[in-house]
């Protein structure tokens, strides 16, 4: 079943054109990676379709809802959640109290807030830093707790912006298992993208790529990663894991 609908999208600034007709589906409990240079347009187009921005063009509809243009606090409602690239906890609380926060602002009563809290951070490694200041914590850290957030509303479909970004080798891999283990085992649909090659052809069920705020291409990482444009426009000599 289709959960997220993308339909011929802009969004200009200015005059310049940053998201230009773009559409894609999402099926329920797929991965779908979206690549591209840097400028290409992708953080726009989350930005839209999260409800950060309002399309000047095209539709987005989750779970068959015309969800385009609502604020996004009422996208969250409706099942679906971001990440963002500068994490801006709450830093004078705790790494619970955060996730406590993110827990009432999707829905949660205030009662069993810090329960479900408490789970979540768990969930995603972060129990050895769950009582201490959010302002404290390290990168790696940081990137869980953004992403405690957005799990905090128990959303159909995740949206996720560089969630590896700034992450070593080793720091990146148990993320990795850990948004397998989302989809594979809560059947979260998710939306990520990401400059790491590597996690990119690990996680992605297909790929689209955006160049100048228009799609280039999309399908299968095997076959986008070889597509003559996509070498050309962004992938140039980079590793992508893919024998020739």
Not at 134 to 148: Q, V, Y
């Amino acid at each position: 079943m289709t959960l997220l609908t993308v339909e011929g999208v802009s969004k200009s600034f200015r005059g310049l054109r940053a998201v230009d007709d773009v559409g894609f589906e999402v099926t329920e409990g797929s991965v779908l990676g979206i690549i591209g240079p840097n400028g290409a347009g992708k953080t726009t187009l989350f930005n839209v379709v999260a409800g950060a921005l309002t399309p000047d063009s095209g539709a987005v509809h989750l779970g068959g809802r015309d969800i385009t243009g609502l604020p996004p606090h009422r996208i969250t409602a409706a099942g679906m959640a971001r990440t963002f690239q500068l994490m801006k906890p709450f830093v004078s609380m705790s790494v619970l109290d955060n996730v406590a926060v993110a827990v009432m602002a999707g829905g949660g009563s205030r009662r069993t807030a810090r329960t479900v809290a408490a789970e979540i951070v768990e969930r995603v490694g972060l129990g050895q830093w769950r009582d201490q200041r959010s302002d404290g914590l390290p990168t790696a850290a940081l990137k869980r707790l953004e992403l405690a957030r957005a799990l905090a509303g128990r959303p159909r479909v995740l949206l996720l912006d560089e969630v590896l970004a700034g992450l070593v080798p080793a720091e990146r891999a148990p993320v990795m298992e850990l948004l397998e283990d989302l989809r594979e085992n809560e059947g979260t649909t998710l939306v990520f993208v990401e400059h790491i090659m590597a996690a990119v052809m690990r996680l992605s069920d297909s790929v689209l790529v955006l160049d100048m705020g228009r799609v280039l291409t999309s399908g299968p990482p095997a076959e986008v990663v070889r597509d003559p444009r996509v070498i050309e426009a962004y992938l140039g000599e980079e590793p992508t894991g893919v024998e020739s």
